[in-house]
C-alpha cells in the first residue's frame, strides 16, 4: 500500500516538474533576442517569404495558443518538426539522448569507481603522503576546465601517442578520451567526498567496538564503514549524473560526440524552438528520475530515511 | 589497501589500452572511405529548403541542376545539354537523355516540372524559394524539352539555376517520401544517399549508373561534423580523417609544414565589410566615412588576423562572382584620416577625440561571433584603429541570432549602431544577389539593406542590369554601382576570403568551389593508405 501511494506521489512530481519547464522554457526561448524566421529566411528572404515561413511554423500566433498547441499536441505523442530541419523533432532528440546516455554512464561508472577507491584509500591513513597524494590530484582534477583537459588529452593521447581516436563515436576506444574528460570533474568530487565521510565514520564509536571484537581492518572498512559513509556519496553521484547529462555541452563539443548537449547549442543557436523545448524538458525529467533512484538507494542504505 | 588501489589501474589502463587497438583492424579488400571533418552540423538533405554551404555540400555529390558552377563559378550545362532565350524571358532548354535518378526513376522533362514547381509552391514555404520565384511557369514541352517563363526578363536565371535550389529531385521519392525528402535525399549526382547518422555524420556511396565517367573514384564518403576547430585539426593529423574544411586559419603553418598533410588553397566569393548606416548623422557625411576607412589598416588585418587566408577586397564583390568590377581599396592613411575629419569641421578636443558642436565623434560597430573566420577580432582590431585616430569607438559582439535581431530594425531610429561587419557570398555567385539586396532602396529591412543606403542612380541601374538581356550591357551597370558604392564609401571592405581546406597527403584531386564547397567527386586516395 506505501509502495503504491509513494509511487503515485513520486509519479505527480514528476508531471508537475514537467510541466513547470515546458512553460518555462517556452517562455525563456522565446525571451532570447533573436526571431527564428530571421534565421531561417536567409538573406534573399523577400518580406513575402518572410510571412510565408511564419505562417507555416503558426509563429504568427498568440503565445497561448502556440503553448497549448505544443502541450496538447506532446501529450498526444507528437513532438512536432523542427524549424532548422523540418524533421520530427523525435528523430533528432532521441539518437542525441542515447549517445548522451552511453556517455554518462561510462564515464560516471569511472568516475565511481576511481572516485570510492580514491577516496578510500586516502581516508584509511588520513594525512599520509598517499592521502595527499590522492586529494591534491582531485583539486587539480576538480579545478581544471574540462575544454582544456578535452584538448590536451587529444593532443597527447591521440595526436602523440595515438592510443585512441581524437574525436568521434563508434568504437569502444571512442568512449576512453570524452569520457575521462567529462568523468574527471565528478572524479574528484567523489573522492573528496568519501574521504570526508570515511574518516567520520571511521572515528565513530561502531567502527571502535567492531576493532576491539577483532574484525580485520579491511572488514572494517568493506563491511561496516562503508556502508554508512555511502550515503552522501550517493547523494553526490546521483546530482553529478543530473549534471553530467547536461552539462556534458563542452565535452560534446570537443570530441564531435553526437549528443544532447552539442543538440541544444545548436537549436539555442537557431531559435528552433521545438527542439529546444523537447529537449530541455526531457532533461529536466531525466534530472528528476535520476534523484527519485539517488533517494531510493539512500532508502535502501540507510532504513531511517523511509518514509513510514 | 594500495595494492588494490594499483591493481585497479593497472587493470583499468590495460582495458582501455585494449580497447584502443580494437579499431586497428584492416581489411584490405573494404571499398575506399573518404572521410571529410567539416562543421557546422547538418540541418537538412532538402536541397530546396537547405540554408547553411554544410548541406550543400553535400548537395553537390548527390544532386544536379540543368546547369552547375564550375570551379571558378562559371555556369555549365549539366542535366541540359544546351538552352536557348530571345528575350531573356522565355527561356528553352534541352535535356540530356539517358540520365537516372538513384532510385531508377528516369529523367526527363516531367522530373524538371515537378521539382521547379515544387520549390514555387507557396504552401510548402521551402526557404530557397527567393532563389527562383521569378519563374511564371514551367513546361514540359516534349521528352526532352522543357520551357520555363519567367514574370520578366531576367538574365539571372542561369546563375540562378546553377543554386542549390535548382537542384532536381527525383518525382518517385518526392511522392513517397514527401516532406521528409531530407532525410532521403535521391538526385542523379555521382555519389548517392547512404545514411545519415544525426549529429554525427552522413554517408554517401558511389553511384554506378552515373551518366558521365571520369567522376568519382572513392567508393564512399563520409561527412563528418567536428564542430571543434582543434579537434578537426588533430583528426587530420592522425589521419582518423583525410579531409577537413575549414581549417583554422593559425592552424595553416603548422598543417603546411607537415609532412603528412597539405593546404590547399582556391577561390571563395566571400567578402567581409562593414555596412555603414546611412541614417546616422555623423555617417551621413562621406568626408567621415572616407576617414574611417583610411584609419582601418586592412593588409594588416588579412595578414596578421587572418594569416593571409584572405586578401584586401577591391570590391564589395569578390573576382569569382559574376558582375565583378575592381573598383579599388582605401589605403590605411591616418595623416590623411584625420586631415579629412579636419576639414569636415571637426576638431580635436583636450582627451584627443574628435569633436564638433561639443559632440564627440563616435563610432558604434555590431559584429557577429564566429559567423565569419575571426569576424569579432577583426571587429576589435576596427575599433582599435578608429581609436587611434581619434574616433571614440565601442563594440558590440553578437550571438548571430542575437545580431540578426540588432541590425533588423524597420524604423531606423532603433538601428542603434554606426556599422555593422557582415560576410556577404553570394549563393547565386551572381552581382544581383549581393548588390539589390544590400543597397537597393526597396530592401530596407526587413530585407537586408541595412545601412539605409538608398540612391536612384543605384536603384535605377540595379533593375536595368537585371531585367536587360544584353550581358555585356548588364556587366557595364553592375561596374558602374560598384564605383559609386566605392566612391561614397557605402561600405569598408574587411577580407576577401580564400577558399582553405586541408587533406592529407594521400589524398588528392580535391577542390573547393567558390560557394565554401568541398568538391570530391574527383578526388583519389592512393592505395597504400586508402580505409
Known sequence: MQLVKMTAYRLTQLLVVALAVSLAVFLLIRLIPGDPVDLLAGFDATPEQRELLTRHWGLDQPLHMQYASFLGNLLQGDMGRSLRSGRAVVDEVVPAYRNTIKLTVVSMTFATVFGILAGVVASTRPYSLMDTAVMGVAVIGASLPVFWVGLVAIVIFAVNLGWFPSAGMGTPAHYVLPALTLGLYATALIARMTRTTMIEVLSTDYVRTARGKGVSERGVVFRHAIKNAMIPVVTVIGLQFGYLLAGAVLTETVFAWPGLGRLVVSSIVSRDYPVVQVTLILVAVTYTVVNMATDLVCEFLDPRLRYD | ?531
Not at chain 2, 219 to 228: G, K, Q, W
Open chain 2, 1 to 531: 589497501m594500495y595494492r588494490w588501489f594499483l591493481v585497479g589501474l593497472i587493470v583499468s589502463g590495460l582495458l582501455l589500452a585494449g580497447a584502443g587497438c580494437a579499431d586497428d583492424a584492416d581489411d584490405a579488400d573494404e571499398p575506399v572511405t573518404l572521410k571529410l571533418a567539416q562543421q557546422p552540423d547538418f540541418e537538412t538533405l532538402d536541397p530546396h529548403d537547405m540554408e547553411i554551404f554544410s548541406d550543400a555540400k553535400v548537395a553537390r555529390h548527390v544532386y544536379e541542376g540543368l546547369v552547375m558552377f564550375d570551379q571558378q563559378g562559371n555556369v555549365q550545362p549539366r542535366l541540359a545539354e544546351d538552352w536557348e532565350t530571345e528575350d531573356a524571358q522565355t527561356w528553352t532548354f534541352y535535356l540530356r537523355e539517358g540520365v537516372t535518378f538513384h532510385d531508377g526513376t528516369e529523367f526527363n522533362a516531367e522530373a524538371v516540372q515537378i521539382s521547379l514547381n515544387r520549390i514555387l509552391d507557396e504552401d510548402l514555404a521551402l526557404r530557397r524559394r527567393p532563389v527562383l520565384d521569378f519563374i511564371e511557369e514551367v513546361r514540359a514541352v516534349d521528352e526532352y524539352t522543357v520551357e520555363i517563363v519567367l514574370e520578366a526578363p531576367n538574365a539571372a536565371l542561369l546563375t540562378n539555376l546553377c543554386h542549390w535550389a535548382g537542384s532536381i529531385i527525383s518525382p518517385a521519392a518526392l511522392q513517397e517520401h514527401g516532406a521528409d525528402i531530407g532525410n532521403n535525399p535521391v538526385g542523379t549526382g555521382p555519389y548517392k544517399f547512404e545514411k545519415w547518422e544525426a549529429g554525427d555524420r552522413v554517408t554517401l556511396q558511389k553511384y554506378d549508373d552515373y551518366w558521365q565517367s571520369g567522376v568519382g573514384f572513392v567508393d564512399r564518403i563520409e561527412f563528418l561534423t567536428v564542430v571543434e576547430d582543434g579537434t578537426r585539426v588533430a583528426m587530420l593529423e592522425t589521419d582518423e580523417v583525410d579531409v577537413i574544411h575549414p581549417v583554422p586559419p593559425e592552424s595553416i603553418e603548422e598543417l603546411r609544414e607537415n609532412p603528412d598533410t597539405e593546404v590547399y588553397t582556391g577561390p571563395y566569393n566571400r567578402v567581409l565589410f562593414i555596412n555603414l548606416n546611412f541614417e546616422r548623422e555623423n555617417m551621413q557625411d562621406v568626408l567621415v566615412r572616407r576617414a574611417i576607412a583610411h584609419a582601418i589598416d586592412v593588409d594588416e588585418i588579412v595578414r596578421s588576423i587572418l594569416f593571409d587566408t584572405a586578401t584586401v577586397p577591391d570590391s564589395i564583390l569578390a573576382p569569382e562572382t559574376a558582375g565583378y568590377h575592381s573598383s579599388g581599396a582605401y589605403e590605411h592613411d591616418p595623416e590623411q584620416a584625420q586631415s579629412l575629419l579636419q576639414q569636415a569641421g571637426w576638431e580635436k578636443n583636450d582627451d584627443g577625440y574628435w569633436e564638433k558642436d561639443g559632440e564627440v565623434l563616435t563610432f558604434r560597430l555590431v559584429t557577429p561571433d564566429g559567423r565569419y573566420p575571426k569576424d569579432s577580432e577583426i571587429g576589435l582590431a576596427v575599433t582599435g584603429y578608429l581609436e587611434d585616430i581619434g574616433i571614440e569607438s565601442s563594440l558590440d559582439t553578437l550571438e548571430w541570432g542575437s545580431y540578426l535581431d540588432r541590425i533588423n530594425q524597420e524604423d531606423p531610429d532603433d538601428a542603434e549602431y554606426d556599422g555593422f561587419i557582415l560576410g556577404w557570398g553570394p549563393g547565386t555567385n551572381h552581382a544581383d544577389f549581393t548588390l539589390r539586396p544590400m543597397f537597393a532602396t526597396d530592401s530596407f529591412p526587413p530585407g537586408w539593406n541595412r545601412g539605409y543606403y538608398s540612391n536612384p542612380d543605384v536603384d535605377d541601374r540595379l533593375s536595368r542590369a537585371r531585367t536587360t538581356g544584353d550581358m555585356d550591357e548588364s556587366e557595364a551597370l553592375y561596374a558602374e554601382v560598384q564605383e559609386i558604392l566605392f566612391d561614397e564609401v557605402a561600405y569598408i571592405g574587411l577580407a576577401d576570403y580564400r577558399g582553405i581546406a586541408a587533406h592529407s597527403v594521400n589524398v588528392e584531386g580535391i577542390v573547393t568551389l567558390p560557394l565554401e564547397i568541398v568538391e570530391l567527386t574527383g578526388a583519389r586516395m592512393s592505395e597504400e593508405n586508402s580505409r
